[in-house]
T-cell receptor
Framework: AQTVTQSQPEMSVQEAETVTLSCTYD???????LFWYKQPPSRQMILVIR??????QNATENRFSVNFQKAAKSFSLKISDSQLGDTAMYFC??????????FGTGTRLTIIP | NAGVTQTPKFRILKIGQSMTLQCAQD?????MYWYRQDPGMGLKLIYY???????DKGEVPNGYNVSRSTTEDFPLRLELAAPSQTSVYFC??????????????FGPGTRLTVT
């Protein structure tokens, strides 16, 4: 069975600072995908960034980047120059071949003005 | 494109009632999914479909039924609603032909309360 663990239920950071959200996972698959989704108070699920397990290079999307450590099964999200609009729940998710996306329990991130 | 749409946005049911949550997408995606999100938790897969006429169970299918008669629509049926089904329900879709990295597009969710 696949599991995704987010050990930080809540985090807060000052605006413009950098914050890192942790995620660890467990799977016996060799080829899989990892995602970070953002869920603001509107409840809409928004894809932030994605990583293919066979790619060694860490994915980046503007202010968002990941640190993917395949051997350690770790997939952390770094948000640089944090903005008030980054306030949201962040979910780490794992997808493997049979279409079942497994989510972590989320980290509630608050950006403080 | 409207993307993935869900109706209703909110609903209150009495124990034992039935209802259908509607989900539609206009992106011609073959794959569609239903998730539930309980308070303080991540999403859990209820059912999914890889094309019209094909459905399969996810992690938490008990108490639910689905059908997929068209590519666009994927309704979720609750029979004999129970308080344990109080949750926010999300529908999602994906086009497997769009590339190797499989992004799912989510609807806005339906908040269901069973009392």
């Amino acid at each position: 069975a696949q599991t995704v663990t987010q050990s930080q239920p809540e985090m807060s950071v000052q605006e413009a600072e950098t914050v890192t959200l942790s995620c660890t996972y467990d799977t016996s698959e060799s080829n899989y995908y990892l995602f970070w989704y953002k869920q603001p108070p509107s409840r809409q699920m928004i894809l932030v960034i994605r990583q293919e397990a066979y790619k060694q290079q860490n994915a980046t999307e503007n202010r968002f980047s990941v640190n993917f450590q395949k051997a350690a099964k770790s997939f952390s999200l770094k948000i640089s120059d944090s903005q008030l609009g980054d306030t949201a729940m962040y979910f780490c998710a794992l997808l493997f071949g049979n279409e079942k996306l497994t989510f972590g329990t989320g980290t509630r991130l608050t950006i403080i003005p | 494109n409207a993307g993935v749409t869900q109706t209703p946005k909110f609903r209150i049911l009495k124990i034992g009632q039935s209802m259908t949550l509607q989900c539609a997408q206009d992106m011609n995606h073959n794959y569609m999914y239903w998730y539930r999100q309980d308070p303080g938790m991540g999403l859990k897969l209820i059912y999914y479909s890889v094309g019209a006429g094909i459905t399969d169970k996810g992690e938490v299918p008990n108490g639910y039924n689905v059908s997929r008669s068209t590519t666009e629509d994927f309704p979720l049926r609750l029979e004999l609603a129970a308080p344990s089904q109080t949750s926010v329900y999300f529908c999602a879709s994906r086009n497997p032909a769009s590339g190797s990295v499989s992004e799912q597009y989510f609807g806005p969710g339906t908040r269901l309360t069973v009392t």
